[in-house]
């Protein structure tokens, strides 16, 4: 009777904490951290861990590499929440850390979402680190430079975790599918196109991704054969959306990319957010669609509103600071301004043309006037020779030819009357009539 209660308490276990890594060669992820001969596993294999902070978004695999550490190490693992705990409990715990040491045993403290704790909560660890009573393992979602103590944080190395790729959780789902601590004695058949859209649903959060699994199996349609069939529609059921309408690597993913790009070129702000909802409702990484948003501020508005630059900054700092879905507003505003800000190529064109130069012509000359003379040699062959300080003269305007000789004259940047970019246009002329004048001179 007591068996079969163990046995089904373990079966009821969430499929995460069932398929929770034992080893790092169980671990996904992080490959620039533990893969074979990184940093971060060379420390647990020689046994040489010391207090450090995992930074990362959620799901990525903070809690069990810690966890992992612990165990490959031989310590105590205590796990600590910053949530509901405070200074009474910390006390509690670094003295059974002390006296864990008097027998020879060392003590990992993980402390989750650390960034909760506040100064002097976090202070109360600090003589127990820097006297080595403990192996402090932080993790948060939060960036540690703006969170932790300075004090705290100069004691501890930190480790930057990523989201997992698509590829790293399609194999994580599979290996759920097919072992033993997973769905392995039920049978499951799903077609990899619908696992794949589980990735991507998961947006890089392998809990996620095995919940979503879970989820989908539990309410598979169960065959005569005791087998399981997970359909299309029960994940498109389970996740809320229709995933498998967008292929982040596929020719999808670029029709629709390409689609935002050339509605808010087209100054139409209800097709932008509209195909920014698309990427973002099928699992697109807010990121990509914010550099995207940042080349086009750029490429398309240039100097018309210097502003959609600073904007499309923001934008990409808030997705990277929140991430999804809360910074889906954020991408919002960007691309809503980008559509209705005044448009100009002009900067795109004028690299464009000079590119074109550069490249044929690659092997022109600095002309020696514009080049720094740091040696008595360099001085002597005329570097620097004749150079014009602008800030000199009162109109901030000099005669000096900057450009090769084979290009005297070429023009490449060729403002347009388009918003601000209208009053670029009139310093230019007033800058080349000026030019004009004093040539010569």
Same mark, same amino acid.
């Given at each position: 009777?007591?068996?079969?209660?163990?046995?089904?308490?373990?079966?009821?276990?969430?499929?995460?904490?069932?398929?929770?890594?034992?080893?790092?060669?169980?671990?996904?992820?992080?490959?620039?951290?533990?893969?074979?001969?990184?940093?971060?596993?060379?420390?647990?294999?020689?046994?040489?861990?010391?207090?450090?902070?995992?930074?990362?978004?959620?799901?990525?695999?903070?809690?069990?590499?810690?966890?992992?550490?612990?165990?490959?190490?031989?310590?105590?693992?205590?796990?600590?929440?910053?949530?509901?705990?405070?200074?009474?409990?910390?006390?509690?715990?670094?003295?059974?850390?002390?006296?864990?040491?008097?027998?020879?045993?060392?003590?990992?403290?993980?402390?989750?979402?650390?960034?909760?704790?506040?100064?002097?909560?976090?202070?109360?660890?600090?003589?127990?680190?820097?006297?080595?009573?403990?192996?402090?393992?932080?993790?948060?979602?939060?960036?540690?430079?703006?969170?932790?103590?300075?004090?705290?944080?100069?004691?501890?190395?930190?480790?930057?975790?990523?989201?997992?790729?698509?590829?790293?959780?399609?194999?994580?789902?599979?290996?759920?599918?097919?072992?033993?601590?997973?769905?392995?004695?039920?049978?499951?058949?799903?077609?990899?196109?619908?696992?794949?859209?589980? #990735?991507?649903?998961?947006?890089?959060?392998?809990?996620?991704?095995?919940?979503?699994?879970?989820?989908?199996?539990?309410?598979?349609?169960?065959?005569?054969?005791?087998?399981?069939?997970?359909?299309?529609?029960?994940?498109?059921?389970?996740?809320?959306?229709?995933?498998?309408?967008?292929?982040?690597?596929?020719?999808?993913?670029?029709?629709?990319?390409?689609?935002?790009?050339?509605?808010?070129?087209?100054?139409?702000?209800?097709?932008?957010?509209?195909?920014?909802?698309?990427?973002?409702?099928?699992?697109?990484?807010?990121?990509?669609?914010?550099?995207?948003?940042?080349?086009?501020?750029?490429?398309?508005?240039?100097? #018309?509103?210097?502003? #959609?630059?600073?904007?499309?900054?923001?934008?990409?700092?808030?997705?990277?600071?929140?991430?999804?879905?809360?910074?889906?507003?954020?991408?919002?505003?960007?691309?809503?301004?980008?559509?209705?800000?005044?448009?100009?190529?002009?900067?795109?064109?004028?690299?464009?043309?000079?590119?074109?130069?550069?490249?044929?012509?690659?092997?022109?000359?600095?002309?020696?006037?514009?080049?720094?003379?740091?040696?008595?040699?360099?001085?002597?062959?005329?570097?620097?020779?004749?150079?014009?300080?602008?800030?000199?003269?009162?109109?901030?305007?000099?005669?000096?030819?900057?450009?090769?000789?084979?290009?005297?004259?070429?023009?490449?940047?060729?403002?347009?009357?388009?918003?601000?970019?209208?009053?670029?246009?009139?310093?230019?002329?007033?800058?080349?009539?000026?030019?004009?004048?004093?040539?010569?001179?």
């Amino acid at each position: 009777m007591d068996q079969r209660s163990m046995f089904e308490t373990s079966l009821s276990e969430p499929l995460a904490a069932r398929l929770r890594p034992r080893t790092l060669d169980e671990y996904f992820g992080q490959k620039h951290l533990v893969g074979d001969g990184m940093v971060l596993r060379r420390l647990i294999e020689s046994d040489q861990i010391s207090s450090m902070i995992f930074w990362g978004p959620p799901g990525v695999g903070k809690t069990t590499l810690a966890r992992i550490i612990a165990k490959h190490t031989k310590c105590e693992f205590i796990d600590f929440s910053a949530v509901t705990s405070g200074i009474k409990e910390i006390r509690t715990v670094m003295k059974q850390a002390e006296d864990n040491l008097v027998f020879g045993e060392r003590t990992i403290l993980f402390v989750d979402e650390i960034h909760r704790f506040n100064k002097a909560q976090q202070d109360a660890f600090l003589p127990f680190v820097e006297k080595g009573s403990i192996i402090l393992i932080g993790a948060t979602t939060e960036n540690p430079s703006f969170e932790i103590n300075g004090a705290l944080l100069s004691r501890c190395k930190v480790f930057v975790l990523h989201a997992l790729e698509k590829d790293e959780l399609v194999d994580l789902l599979m290996r759920a599918i097919k072992e033993e601590r997973g769905f392995g004695k039920m049978r499951v058949d799903i077609d990899p196109k619908l696992v794949e859209a589980i #990735a991507v649903f998961s947006n890089g959060d392998a809990r996620t991704a095995l919940s979503t699994l879970e989820m989908v199996v539990l309410n598979g349609k169960m065959g005569s054969d005791g087998g399981v069939t997970v359909t299309e529609k029960t994940v498109e059921q389970c996740t809320s959306k229709k995933s498998l309408l967008y292929d982040k690597n596929g020719e999808e993913h670029y029709n629709i990319i390409s689609a935002l790009h050339k509605s808010m070129r087209n100054s139409d702000p209800d097709a932008s957010v509209y195909w920014l909802a698309r990427m973002l409702e099928a699992g697109e990484d807010p990121l990509y669609v914010a550099r995207r948003v940042t080349r086009f501020a750029a490429e398309d508005i240039g100097l #018309a509103d210097p502003r #959609a630059l600073e904007i499309a900054v923001a934008a990409y700092q808030a997705c990277h600071y929140i991430g999804m879905p809360e910074c889906s507003v954020h991408l919002t505003e960007a691309v809503v301004y980008m559509a209705m800000a005044p448009k100009s190529n002009a900067l795109y064109m004028a690299y464009e043309t000079a590119k074109k130069d550069a490249i044929e012509q690659i092997a022109e000359p600095v002309p020696l006037a514009i080049r720094n003379a740091p040696t008595k040699l360099m001085d002597e062959l005329g570097y620097g020779r004749g150079y014009q300080y602008a800030h000199n003269t009162d109109e901030k305007l000099t005669n000096m030819q900057c450009m090769p000789d084979s290009l005297l004259g070429r023009e490449y940047y060729k403002p347009t009357e388009q918003g601000v970019e209208s009053r670029f246009a009139e310093r230019l002329s007033q800058i080349k009539t000026w030019k004009k004048e004093h040539n010569g001179k």
